[in-house]
């Protein structure tokens, strides 16, 4: 989407797909946890294959996280 996101992001969209608003209680964080090696900003820009093939996303970033924890909580038969 050419939109910069981050693994908190992420976990955010993960955690309330969940149904769980506290997920600071839940994960760990801090600067010493990062690897030094990766990158800082990575992020993809589908204006290639637009323009090429047409071709534009049909869902978000939200959507997209949402639909994979919904998938693995059925897939593993469980909910929170």
Known sequence: TGTLRSVQDLVKV???AA???????????GSDLVRRVDPQNLFGDASRIEEDLGWVPKKGFDETIAEMVAHDIALFGRTV
């Open 14 to 16: 993960a955690f309330s």
């Open 19 to 29: 149904g769980i608003d506290d997920w600071q209680s839940r994960v760990q964080t």
